[in-house]
């Protein structure tokens, strides 16, 4: 069984940078290896059918009614974001972009925030390198900042419930490390995104989705969130044999499969109240860093990659240094709380 999820997850790794095909239809891709990974484990039973069928049921409403909103109110939306980027200038713009999205992430929740960054996307005409740099950056961000509260995303939802602790117990627990590196992440947008010759501040009214597109996109996301729960519930017996007895500061660098895997559910199967706080603190903070490393690691990467046509080799090619980078200085970090 544990060579069958090992060649699961090479084939999640992999198979998506190797074929365009995968690549175009990433959610059906990872729902296969979903249902492989639960017939593997022989965990799919009528319980799992049930959390599989109704876990994305709020995200996937969340998306729709955001997309409708977004067409209904679209031309001053695009007028606001505008009138902000002519205020100031284009690296400053960027900066506050990062931080208040990736602030306000764990207030509005992760996917209405990855769905406010298309839109300032697609008013801000960027070279391409830039738009890739930018989303990355700004997705590494809302996945830090949407963990401050139970209601940013589904990771800080089953942790606050795991622990049986108040609303601000992780703002607490994590706040100190989390608000820096989103401020870091800011900071980064400024420094390495350059205005090209191709940015220009002058108004153009960008195409307005159909329904059919706001609709396709929210059962893209329900497909992705039933194929994540999946493949975590399938992991699940590999988890519990290898990784649960491990040293934290271990766990830290091996917690990055969270970039194919779904971060809520390692969280749900590692953590423990009986854990001392930097224990939570070194499994939390591996989680939130490595899911921005590929696209299927967080809701928001897939978000912003499929609306955007961001392939997985293009938001690998710098999310990945990135990311290890940044794993790297939290480790240190982990290292001095410790």
């Avoid at 544990?2 to 059906?28: A, C, D, G």
């Avoid at 979903?34 to 995200?59: E, Q, Y």
């Avoid at 409403?61 to 606001?80: N, R, T």
């Avoid at 589904?154 to 989390?178: C, H, M, N, R, W």
Wanted: charged share 15%.
């Amino acid at each position: 069984m544990m060579v069958s999820l090992i060649i699961v997850l090479i084939l999640v790794l992999f198979v998506p940078f190797l074929s365009k095909t995968v690549e175009r239809n990433l959610e059906v891709f990872l729902f296969l290896m979903g249902v492989a990974a639960v017939l593997v484990s022989h965990v799919l039973d009528s319980t799992l059918l049930i959390k599989v069928f109704n876990d994305p049921l709020k995200i996937s409403f969340a998306v729709l009614i955001a997309g409708f909103l977004f067409k209904w109110f679209q031309a001053p939306i695009e007028k606001v974001i505008l009138g902000l980027s002519k205020a100031m200038p284009l690296r400053l713009f960027l900066l506050l972009t990062v931080i208040t999205l990736g602030l306000v992430s764990s207030v509005i929740t992760a996917i209405i925030a990855a769905i406010v960054l298309v839109t300032i996307v697609s008013v801000l005409r960027l070279d391409r390198k830039s738009e890739v740099r930018f989303v990355v950056l700004a997705c590494y961000s809302i996945g830090l900042g949407a963990v401050l509260t139970p209601i940013g995303e589904p990771l800080s939802t089953i942790a606050t419930s795991k622990l049986e602790e108040d609303f601000f117990y992780l703002l607490q627990l994590i706040g100190p490390e989390v608000v820096p590196g989103v401020i870091v992440f800011g900071v980064l947008a400024a420094v390495l995104i350059k205005p090209s010759k191709k940015f220009n501040k002058s108004f153009i009214k960008h195409k307005t989705e159909s329904y059919s597109d706001i609709i396709i996109r929210g059962f893209k996301v329900y497909l992705f969130v039933m194929a994540l729960t999946l493949l975590g519930a399938g992991f699940e017996p590999f988890i519990e044999k290898y990784l649960l007895n491990l040293n934290p500061l271990v766990l830290y660098w091996i917690n990055m499969i969270s970039a194919v895997l779904d971060n809520a559910t390692l969280a749900a199967a590692e953590i423990s109240p009986a854990m001392e706080v930097p224990t939570i603190q070194a499994i939390l903070l591996g989680l939130l860093v490595s899911g921005g490393m590929l696209i299927p690691g967080n809701i928001p990467n897939i978000i912003a990659a499929g609306k955007l046509s961001i392939t997985s080799i293009e938001w690998a090619r710098f999310a990945v240094p990135i990311g290890l980078l940044t794993m790297v200085a939290y480790f240190i970090v982990i290292l001095t709380i410790a």
